[in-house]
């Protein structure tokens, strides 16, 4: 059984095009659809499961009717991930479990009025749970509120989902050594840069990070316009690639 993992936003919140923004990218993105980037999110299918990977998406509600997937998988509560949330929870039917840190205070008020969501699916570093036979093992993440990363495993595959982040705290790093996924796809707001990232990652960072991990496919997303117009004029490295919308990827 292949664990498949469908790329359906590759953006920050800016989002590409950005609103009132001329550069080269924003104007190749108004012009074909393709170079368009929606916030950075995820879908996992496995066992014939699907899994939303974070919530972003305004209108996720269009994309995904009652009964088209089995849960959601939060990185953290920021706005741009869970803005999708807000409207669904009004629906009827059964409950929908949202799996995700402890943060006490979520975003905005989705804890107080849940309606059809369940928020009651708290998941711990490093503690690990399964989705319908899908090992999923939280990783801690550096961000500017309570995030967390995903190994995804199987019997045959580990894909790790690494976004919000900049860099990785050094237990995530160790981890990931040891478990050595053959797939990564991390957060690179940024192009390279001689000076550390605050809050996204940038090309310098994560590059640094697989000269530790050696994974053999790493895959860009969290692009942001600015990174964008430096891909138009600059190739990756080996084994380096930026995610785009739409992406699939299938590890058997």
């Known amino acids: 059984m292949s664990l ?15 609103y009132g923004c001329d550069c080269a990218a924003c104007r190749r993105a108004r012009l074909q659809e393709q170079y368009r980037r929606r916030p950075c999110s995820g879908v996992v299918k496995f066992n014939d499961a699907v899994t939303l990977l974070d919530a972003g998406i305004p209108h996720l509600m269009d994309d995904w009717p009652a009964g088209s997937f089995r849960q959601f998988l939060l990185t953290h509560y920021h706005m741009d991930h869970v803005q999708g949330l807000f409207p669904l929870r009004w629906g009827v039917g059964a409950s929908i479990p949202v799996y995700g840190p402890p943060d006490e205070q979520g975003c905005d008020d989705l804890f107080k009025h849940p309606g059809i969501l369940d928020f009651s699916y708290t998941v711990e570093p490093f503690v690990v749970f399964e989705l319908q036979g899908l090992q999923v093992t939280p990783l801690p993440l550096n961000h500017s509120k309570l995030t967390l990363g995903y190994l995804l495993e199987t019997a045959h595959s580990r894909v790790a989902w690494l976004s919000d982040t900049a860099g990785l705290p050094d237990k995530t790093l160790t981890f990931l050594l040891n478990n050595q996924p053959q797939v990564i796809v991390i957060d690179c707001s940024h192009a390279p840069s001689p000076e550390p990232p605050r809050n996204h990652g940038d090309l310098t960072t994560v590059m640094a990070m697989n000269e530790v991990i050696h994974c053999p496919q790493v895959i860009l997303t969290h692009i942001s316009h600015q990174f964008d117009v430096w891909l138009m004029d600059n190739p990756l490295p080996d084994g380096f690639e930026a995610g785009y919308d739409g992406m699939q990827i299938v590890v058997d």
């Open 4 to 18: 498949t993992i469908t790329l359906s936003g590759t953006g920050g919140a800016q989002g590409v095009p950005a």
